[in-house]
């Protein structure tokens, strides 16, 4: 074993290769921008898909006990799916694509650590997924009429959440094991920061899901006597599609921040390691989830009632809501400290981190009793806020690493306009959940409710939302397709970043690095330029 | 490299594939720890009853007609570590390059393993019970067959290790402790797993 592997079965694409060979090369290949590029293609895709049903869901609950498209179960089953499709469909695969295709340049390794295990990752993943997909059409899912499809919906899951796993392993052993020469764990840049305590939260989560769900399938195969009937399985698996275990699925979209601001500000991060600390703190909510349970608040009862309830709602919900706030406003600051040149990938990063904070806030509220909202569709907000918000920091990553992984520059005055829409999208989607919920609306419905209030306005608002959503990734597909379909050639360094992987030509060669580079600091291409930047 | 930083020279081995087994190993330990914590909650939930012999009221969670095969439990329990004991062995042996014993220890321990997993059999079949009879049985089978999944992906990895080794592979020290390492884990898991679900039932 060497400390940087070379790639197994590395290869680039050829000017000319027959479409099946080329097809062929990304099945089998183990280049870990390859398989980040899938994990992201695919994730784009089940963000459409998922806007397009909550916009269908918003429509539909805007006259719940009249207008209905999907009737009887079927909508439990597609609310399901959406969930399902919100947090393991979507934000986990897509940050981990993100992480794969760029952790392993921007610490200076040739290639990801465990290369077939990424790849096993992806093709799990999308297998799962799949499955998952088929067992809805089949009436499967919860609340499904048909067991077998029931069986089949929790295999998938657990296949999906299998897949991850090895992915993020891949990864952590990554940041672990395969640094360059000379560079320290303080020195990794803030995004591989966050794709390590990411994935290390994500290993420890993830298997407790895997747990349940084996109980779960054990059971529902054999006589449904411990863990009920399949409209059961939301009390058992509801956690893995909520808060705060999606707090740690979120944790990379605050590293695109942390990791964009300072070459926005063009400066070092004066506060470096308070924004690693802050990240850190984010992906504490892995406590509370793998104890699969809500940790409310309640100020009724004695003072040691008062405190026993406190303590767990601090620690579960607090502590990611002070850590997530800790890395957004230091990363931030470093815009005060150096002379900002804002680009789409800044304002993109920068609008997502705030909805981020506005979900982790939210969900803060959710768990006080007083507040009244704990199965409300405040909880639907929440989600929203958190999942949309992190798709918008997504988007401003591949802006921002579309040079490398692609080899272009997306044309920067298109995709500002996008995160306009962006952040109209993810407000109108999120907010008048979280005003609903207060009005009384309960969670993850669609028929069946009513309340006193504007039920069609607040629900037509999510509506429009959802499927403006839609549009800006749509719009955001097509601008990087129609980018990489005229080929204009990205300059190695365009943004005057500061890490590794911009030394390398863009799009990054199969091999990264020809020389492994030596490391003296924390931005190790600002110790080589020029000086140009504002002394910290 | 398009800017011109140091070229770095070689470094040594950060030991990718012993990090990687500690991380999967961390995972396999939670995914053990949930499935051990829901257990606990069934039987902590589970309804009182009167005792066989009238004297005291017990947990309705054990069926009275299931009788658990302690001495297969216990054999499994106290041979875990003969094969944790083999896989270092193999360490040693890798380390003074000592292909043949380190062969040996490697296939002793595949034995154990295989060991292991008949006791389980053992209990399946002497406990006579029906997956779909309760809810004990349910997560019986469901957190012993996890248990065995985990000892047969050991097994598996004492056999890539064995076959490596006896292929000539000397320099694969990393692989001999990353392999010891996860059967040291084994033997942790199944020590909560024999003290929760055999001794406390």
Redesign the interface.
């Known amino acids: 074993?060497?400390?940087?592997?070379s790639h197994v079965g590395a290869t680039s694409d050829g000017p000319s290769m027959p479409f099946v060979a080329a097809v062929g090369q990304w099945v089998t290949s183990s280049d870990h921008k390859k398989i980040g590029r899938l994990f992201i293609g695919w994730s784009l895709v089940h963000a459409i898909e998922v806007a397009v049903l909550g916009a269908i869901f918003g429509f539909e609950r805007m006259s719940p006990a009249g207008f209905e498209v999907f009737a009887g179960d079927a909508a439990l089953q597609l609310s399901w799916y959406s969930r399902h499709l919100l947090i393991l469909g979507l934000i986990a695969p897509l940050f981990l694509g993100v992480a794969i295709a760029v952790v392993p340049l921007q610490v200076g390794s040739r290639a990801i650590?465990?290369p077939r295990?990424a790849q096993f990752s992806f093709w799990a993943w999308l297998f799962g997924s799949g499955l998952v997909l088929v067992s809805i059409l089949g009436n499967g899912g919860p609340g499904g009429g048909n067991a077998d499809m029931v069986d089949l919906f929790l295999l998938g899951v657990g296949l999906v959440a299998a897949g991850l796993?090895a992915g993020y392993?891949?990864v952590?052993?990554t940041v672990?094991?395969?640094?360059?020469?000379?560079m320290t764990m303080d020195m990794v840049p803030p995004f591989s920061w966050s794709a390590l305590v990411g994935s290390?939260t994500s290993?420890?989560?993830?298997?407790?899901?895997?747990?349940?769900l084996?109980?779960l399938y054990?059971?529902h195969t054999?006589?449904q006597?411990?863990f009920g009937s399949n409209k059961d399985i939301e009390k058992w698996l509801g956690w893995v599609y909520g808060e705060p275990l999606s707090f740690v699925f979120v944790v990379m979209a605050l590293g695109v921040l942390a990791e964009i601001a300072p070459v926005t500000a063009r400066i070092r991060q004066p506060l470096r390691p308070v924004v690693l600390v802050g990240l850190g703190l984010a992906s504490s909510g892995v406590l509370g989830a793998?104890t699969?349970s809500s940790h409310v608040l309640s100020l009724d009862g004695s003072a040691g009632d008062k405190i026993s309830s406190a303590l767990p709602f601090l620690l579960f919900n607090g502590l990611p809501l002070l850590g997530a706030l800790v890395s957004v406003a230091v990363a931030l600051l470093a815009l005060k400290e150096g002379r900002p040149s804002v680009k789409a990938s800044f304002a993109f990063a920068s609008l997502g981190s705030l909805m981020i904070l506005a979900g982790i806030a939210g969900s803060f509220v959710q768990h006080i009793e007083s507040a009244d909202v704990v199965a409300s569709s405040f909880a639907d907000g929440v989600t929203a806020y958190l999942v949309y918000g992190a798709v918008l920091c997504a988007l401003g990553g591949i802006t921002h690493w579309a040079p490398k992984l692609w080899g272009v520059v997306l044309d920067d005055k298109k995709v500002l306009g996008l995160t306009g829409l962006g952040l109209l999208a993810t407000v109108l989607a999120s907010l008048p959940l979280y005003i609903a919920g207060f009005a009384g609306q309960p969670a993850h419905a669609v028929h069946g409710f009513d309340y006193d209030g504007p039920v069609a306005l607040w629900n037509l608002l999510a509506a429009v939302g959802a499927a403006l959503m839609a549009l800006v990734v749509l719009a955001f597909v097509g601008l990087l397709v129609s980018a990489v379909r005229a080929g204009a050639g990205a300059s190695?360094?365009p943004w005057d970043a500061q890490t590794?992987e911009?030394?390398?030509?863009s799009p990054a060669p199969s091999d990264n690095?020809?020389?492994?580079?030596?490391?003296n600091s924390s931005e190790?291409?600002l110790?080589?330029?020029p000086s140009q930047e504002v002394p910290a | 490299?398009?800017?011109?930083?140091?070229?770095?020279?070689?470094?040594?081995?950060?030991?990718?594939?012993l990090?990687?087994t500690a991380?999967?190993a961390?995972?396999?330990g939670?995914?053990?720890?949930?499935?051990l914590a829901?257990w606990m909650k069934?039987r902590a939930g589970a309804p009182t009853r009167e005792s066989s012999d009238g004297l005291y009221m017990i947990k309705d969670w054990l069926p009275e007609s299931i009788k658990i095969p302690e001495v297969a439990a216990n054999t499994m329990f106290s041979t875990f570590p003969f094969a944790a004991l083999m896989a270092q062995w193999a360490v040693y042996a890798s380390k003074r390059r000592d292909r043949g014993h380190r062969s040996l220890a490697l296939i002793i321990t595949f034995v154990i393993g295989l060991a292991i997993v008949n006791a389980q059999l053992a209990i399946y079949m002497k406990m006579e019970m029906g997956?779909?009879?309760?809810?004990y049985?349910?997560?019986f089978?469901?957190i012993t067959?996890?248990m065995m999944f985990m000892v047969i992906t050991g097994m598996a990895f004492t056999a890539v290790a064995f076959f490596r080794s006896v292929g000539g592979r000397d320099d694969d020290q990393?692989l001999i402790s990353a392999h010891a390492f996860y059967w040291y884990f084994l033997t942790a898991v199944f020590t909560a797993m024999w003290f929760f679900v055999y001794v406390q039932k």
Do not use: H, N
């Not at chain 1, 290993?203 to 349940?212: D, F």
């Open positions: 074993m060497t400390t940087i592997d650590a465990l295990m796993i392993v891949s952590a052993t672990m094991t395969s640094r360059a020469p000379g290390i290993i420890l989560a993830l298997p407790v899901a895997i747990g349940t084996i109980y054990v059971d054999a006589a006597l411990a793998v699969q190695d360094d590794l911009w030394s390398v030509p690095f020809a020389e492994l580079p030596q490391v190790p291409l110790d080589v330029k | 490299m398009s800017l011109a930083l140091p070229a770095a020279p070689q470094q040594q081995s950060r030991r990718q594939l990090v990687s991380l999967v961390a995972g396999l939670m995914l053990m720890a949930g499935m829901m069934f997956l779909a009879e309760g809810a049985q349910t997560m089978f469901a067959g996890t990393q």
